[in-house]
T-cell receptor
Framework: AQTVTQSQPEMSVQEAETVTLSCTYD???????LFWYKQPPSRQMILVIR??????QNATENRFSVNFQKAAKSFSLKISDSQLGDAAMYFC????????????FGGGTRLMVKP | NAGVTQTPKFRILKIGQSMTLQCTQD?????MYWYRQDPGMGLKLIYY???????DKGEVPNGYNVSRSTTEDFPLRLELAAPSQTSVYFC????????????FGNGTRLTVT
């Protein structure tokens, strides 16, 4: 079974600065998809960004980008120009390309943004 | 679009009681899921369904049951509630393509005392 590990339970960043959240995963598959979800205090789960494993180019969505290192099985999230509204729990998630559509989630990283 | 709708938002149960968490989606998604999120933790898959009439166990199915009689609805049944089932429950759905993201409901906070 695949596992997803987020080694940073908590991170903090100064407003307007850049922060990187780490995620590693364990898989023997070559075809899979990776996601980052944000969960603010409202509890809502919000998709931040996604990456297909077959794509070498790192995904980017406005201030959010990923550093996808397939050989290292690493999928970190970079948040640039951090804003107070970025404060939330962030979850990394893995989906197999071969065995159903369910996501396996990491344990999460709580991001605090200091004004 | 309503997306994924879960009810209720909050519920307190006594040990041994039963209840059903309702989930409905209006996106015609075949894939639906129930996750639980314990405090400070990630999401763990309870049950999932790949279409009407088809369900399967996830990582933590004990103490729960599901049914999928229609594409839209995927209720989660708790029988004989236990304190270990105190958690936040999320229903989610996604389309058929592998890069289709999960659409989540807003969650149900359940406390068993």
């Amino acid at each position: 079974a695949q596992t997803v590990t987020q080694s940073q339970p908590e991170m903090s960043v100064q407003e307007a600065e850049t922060v990187t959240l780490s995620c590693t995963y364990d898989t023997s598959e070559s075809d899979y998809y990776l996601f980052w979800y944000k969960q603010p205090p409202s509890r809502q789960m919000i998709l931040v960004i996604r990456q297909e494993a077959y794509k070498q180019q790192n995904a980017t969505e406005n201030r959010f980008s990923v550093n996808f290192q397939k050989a290292a099985k690493s999928f970190s999230l970079k948040i640039s120009d951090s804003q107070l509204g970025d404060a939330a729990m962030y979850f990394c998630a893995y989906r197999s390309g071969n065995a159903g559509n369910m996501l396996t989630f990491g344990g999460g990283t709580r991001l605090m943004v200091k004004p | 679009n309503a997306g994924v709708t879960q009810t209720p938002k909050f519920r307190i149960l006594k040990i041994g009681q039963s209840m059903t968490l309702q989930c409905t989606q209006d996106m015609n998604h075949n894939y639906m899921y129930w996750y639980r999120q314990d405090p400070g933790m990630g999401l763990k898959l309870i049950y999932y369904s790949v279409g009407a009439g088809i369900t399967d166990k996830g990582e933590v199915p004990n103490g729960y049951n599901v049914s999928r009689s229609t594409t839209e609805d995927f209720p989660l049944r708790l029988e004989l509630a236990a304190p270990s089932q105190t958690s936040v429950y999320f229903c989610a759905s996604n389309g058929d393509t592998y890069n289709s993201p999960l659409h989540f409901g807003n969650g149900t906070r359940l406390t068993v005392t």
